[in-house]
């Protein structure tokens, strides 16, 4: 079997095989009952590992694959006016159900060439310069924007570091928390680190069913804690990096289905639900709820601490919330 | 990015980082036996070769604040455990508490208000011996709040900056704080208030890719590691040999990230200049000068050449 299928794939494929060959009615209706039976199995019990390997999957629809399909009268933006133009980075003007929206996003690429010109979706400073000027022009012009999430991590590399990776992450952090337009992101297969959260510090965040989102790759995860990548699969389950985990601590606020195939097999209802989304999004926008308040208190309230006695009085190590203060923070 | 590196995970404490135990030590850097008591007159810095080593956050204020005169502020605050991060043998609540143990901390970061030359400011000091100063939920909240009491006390803020970045065993809460924090600077530079952050080794990952990098004014000591991917990675990614000293102090100034590299025996004149100079109102008097410093580019081209503030003998 190819590699694009996944190993708990297989069982689905085999059945789907046997189906195209019965001719006889009640055959087929009882096959069609056991492959649904099994597809609804199968995705149920997905590990999160399965998950980032479905992630992952290079059939997955790609940023250019929704745009062209969600929107018309599409027209890039090249160019960070101060380097260079970065693939990877994809920015523009359309009209989605005739609004103008700005649009800005990582293109990962679907054929080889396309990738390794897009670096697979890995930005340099300059994408993220690029994505800065798109983002100041909508709040300037007053556009919402929409941006497409779908990135390993910001590019690790001694050019990206020599042009300031890490300080232009922070500039784009600051500049999407304080945009006075509203903002909604899609998360499409891999949000990887804080180059994917540069531009998806957005008053709305939902991301497809089988996508993740996450601090760093298992195998990197595993590699620090026992020096051993192989063991991803247990660091992937421990990093909770699933839509329904993100859903959970109230990181996201929607999960776009993508049906029963899953969107690397049949890209239709992913699509949709982003159409869905997106519509959503803009009736909610013309109602004035997404402010940069709105934005600020809703992350101000992501994350979790304790209070503890003063560590100097040998208190107890474990950690005793007080009544007065927000210990659990996460809408979980 | 976001995550401390292998090699300080693997050596928890760091200590050989910071000054030994003993009468005598061997700096780690020039390998010359030394008297301790004479590295730390100096600041925690190497008399020889200038080598600064890492200090505790209540060290670090000690060096360069008035005498008494902090205040700590949200000193309870600690990490709380969103993922009930266990994997195997390794568990971040016990992790959490023996930083705690070993550094007599709640967390990575201590917030407060000191006076330096007599000036007030808010204060914020990381300390990497805490779990590689990573920024969980509770290091993101005591940014906020520090943003907040700087705000309200209408002092200027300044950070002593260190981290391997945001803490995994939080998870994507961790990564969160990156937005969180960065938009406490937006609430600074809303409200006016000056904001200096001085680079320490090391700093990197997703706190060198937010709050530590929004400074007003950036500042960093000498020959610190600084940068946003970890050098391994790089190297793992792009089989490339990269070049001496990269990702230091010095690098990041020549590529224009950095204002000023200050040796540590500068710091607490050239932060004071600094908070005189951003926020005349609160200023107390300075001293009358007995011979004019220098400025502009008489210290750059001290600069300019990487080792000579560091390897310049303190008379
Ligand atoms: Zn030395």
Known sequence: MSELVLPFEKRLIELEKSLSHVENEADRDRLNKELAAERERVFSELSAWDRVQLARHSLRPRMLDYTARLFLDFFELHGDRSFGDDPAVVCGLAQFKGRTVFVVGQQ?????????????????????????????????????????????????????????????????????????????????????????????????????????????????????????????????????????DLLEFGVIDNILGEGALGAHRDPQPVIDAARAEIERFLEDAETGIFTPEHRRAKFRRMGQWAEAAPVAAQAPATAEPAPTEPVDNAGG | MAFFSRKTFSNPGTRQKSIPDGLWMKCVSCGTTVYRSEVEERLHVCPTCGHHYRVGAHDRIGLHFDRGSFEETHGGITAADPLEFAAGEHTYASRVDRARQETGLN???????????????????????????????????????????AIQANTPLLLFAASGGARMQEGILALMQMAKTADAVSELNEAGIPYIVVLTDPTSGGVFASFATLGDVLLAEPKAYIGFAGARLIQGALHVKLPQGFQTSEYQYQNGQLDRIVPRSEMRATLAQLVRLLHPEGAVPQEPAEETEAGGDAALDAQAEPDSAATKPQS
């Open chain 1, 108 to 244: 990962k690429g679907v054929k080889t060439e396309e990738k390794v010109k897009r670096n697979f979706g890995m930005a340099h400073p300059e994408g993220y310069r690029k994505a800065m000027r798109a983002v100041r022009m909508a709040e300037r012009l007053g556009y919402p924007i929409i941006t497409f999430v779908d990135t390993p991590a910001a590019h690790p590399g001694l050019e990206a570091e020599e042009r300031g990776q890490g300080p232009v992450i922070a500039e784009t952090l600051r500049t999407f928390m304080s945009l006075k337009v509203p903002v909604l992101s899609l998360v499409l297969s891999e949000g990887g680190s804080g180059g994917a959260l540069a531009i998806a510090a957005a008053d709305r965040v939902a991301m497809a069913e089988n996508a993740i989102y996450l601090i760093c790759p298992p195998e990197r995860c595993a590699e620090i804690l026992w020096r051993d990548a192989e063991r991803k699969a247990e660091a992937a389950n421990a990093l909770r990096v699933t839509a329904t």
């Open chain 2, 107 to 149: 967390e990575a970061l201590v917030t407060g208000f000191a006076r330096i030359e007599g000036n007030r400011v808010a204060l914020g000091v990381m300390d990497s011996r805490f779990v590689m100063a990573s920024m969980g939920g509770a290091v993101g909240e005591k940014f906020c709040r520090l943003c907040a009491d």
